[in-house]
């Protein structure tokens, strides 16, 4: 099977919000006091929504910073903006205000971190299906952390910090990476990325795994043409089934099919714009136009949905910390930066480092990101309706009681 190199699976290091369970960390740990708070005390309403929106249109937007060429890209939004989220909090002045500009952290002070504090309760809460959402952070001993900053982590993230020299510790975290995404990512960090200046590793895991509401027959299965964006065709395994708990939906230039997973704690949305039209609608793929796709399904009076997609697998990374500085988060990466919050020490972003896996095949989805945000000081390194799914694509996982864009990206070449 092919793989491409690009992955949007944003916030890793740090991300989709801490959970005091899942693989044990080596090193001891440094942890507030503080009991984590119900989040629902801190945030109207008007400010969840407000929480979600921004995420959505931040994991949007760091899609088309990454989207360049033609391959195959899929992110995970949620665990990108968790893991900086981390960071977020100990960022001060002008460091602050970009991370709050690029990451869309529009909530007021500590209610950005009870949005996260939420979310995490809610993703938690998954009894059909395997949703998992673990951070953990590293900071190498002699390193001076500030107690606020230790409070925040506890308050929302229910986190504290694993004391661990950092030089040649990228098999400690990747094996820490590994076991919270199943296996499905083990190599989150290249031989040699921590050099001596590192000074905190921020990894955040997601995992997702479940079954189709129905699932496809096997047998139905059967190698069909896919049509790649240079009008070539590659030969895949086509599955097909009629979907009664699907929704259908058409406007200008697309159509697109939303697929229920068990105990429709999430969905897969799928928009194939038509052929000709790929380049337009993934340039204008953004907050506003997800919404239309949505208004559109709500909307279908349809009985279920007979559908032909694809079984494939990909697994690829992506720039992300390129991406973050051309979104207008330089500073965050520059000796300048103001990070006084977490240590009075010198402390810059180094990289943020991502890749994600998905897998759809006749009994379900499977899908998992990593992202480790590297901080350091100078830098080493009614009717029926129909869908085929036979033309490059877009792909969405998310998550139904929040709307959270767990998960996004598109599918150039399934083959």
Not at 123 to 151: F, H
């Amino acid at each position: 099977m092919q793989t491409r190199p690009h992955l949007f699976l944003p916030l890793l290091l740090t991300s989709l919000l801490a959970s005091a369970c899942g693989p044990e960390a080596p090193g001891t740990e440094l942890r507030s006091d503080a009991e984590r708070v119900d989040p629902d005390t801190l945030l109207t309403e008007a400010d969840k929504e407000l929480f979600v929106d921004g995420n959505t249109a931040f994991g949007l937007e760091l899609y088309q910073a990454v989207s360049q060429g033609e391959d195959n890209v899929f992110l995970s939004p949620h665990s990108v903006s968790s893991a900086l989220a981390m960071s977020y909090a100990g960022a001060r002045t002008e460091t602050e205000e970009a991370m709050r500009e690029v990451m869309h952290y529009d909530l007021e002070g500590e209610a950005t971190h009870a949005g996260f504090n939420r979310l995490d309760r809610e993703l938690d809460s998954a009894e059909e299906m395997t949703l998992d959402v673990l951070n953990k952070l590293w900071a190498r001993p002699d390193v001076e952390i500030e107690e606020s900053w230790l409070d925040v982590l506890a308050r929302h993230y229910d986190a504290g910090v694993q004391l661990l020299e950092l030089v040649g510790a990228e098999d400690e975290i990747n094996e820490w990476v590994s076991e919270a995404t199943a296996g499905r990512i083990p190599d989150l960090l290249a031989p040699g990325s921590l050099g001596s200046n590192a000074k905190l590793v921020l990894p955040n895991a997601v995992y997702l795994k479940g079954g189709w509401a129905t699932t496809f027959e096997a047998s139905s299965t059967q190698d069909e043409a896919f049509t790649l964006l240079s009008g070539d065709a590659a030969t895949v395994p086509m599955m097909r089934g009629l979907r009664e708990d699907g929704s259908y939906a058409a406007g200008d230039g697309w159509e697109a099919a939303e697929l229920r997973l068990p105990g429709d704690e999430a969905r897969l949305l799928f928009v194939v714009p038509e052929e000709g039209r790929f380049a337009d609608i993934d340039a204008g793929f953004d907050a506003a136009f997800l919404a239309s796709v949505d208004e559109a399904l709500q909307n279908d009076t349809t009985a279920g949905v007979q559908v032909a997609m694809p079984r494939f697998q990909i697994e690829s990374g992506a720039p992300v910390g390129a991406a973050l500085k051309s979104m207008g988060m330089e500073i965050a990466f520059e000796p300048e930066a103001d990070f006084s919050g977490i240590t009075p020490e010198e402390l810059w972003i180094h990289d943020v480092v991502h890749k994600t896996f998905l897998a759809v095949d006749e009994e379900g989805v499977e899908a998992a990101g990593a992202t480790a945000v590297i901080m350091g000081d100078d830098d080493d390194a009614a009717e029926i309706a129909s869908i085929r799914i036979d033309r490059p694509f877009h792909v969405a996982i998310r998550h139904v009681e929040t709307d959270a864009l767990l998960f996004f990206g598109r599918v150039t070449d399934p083959s």
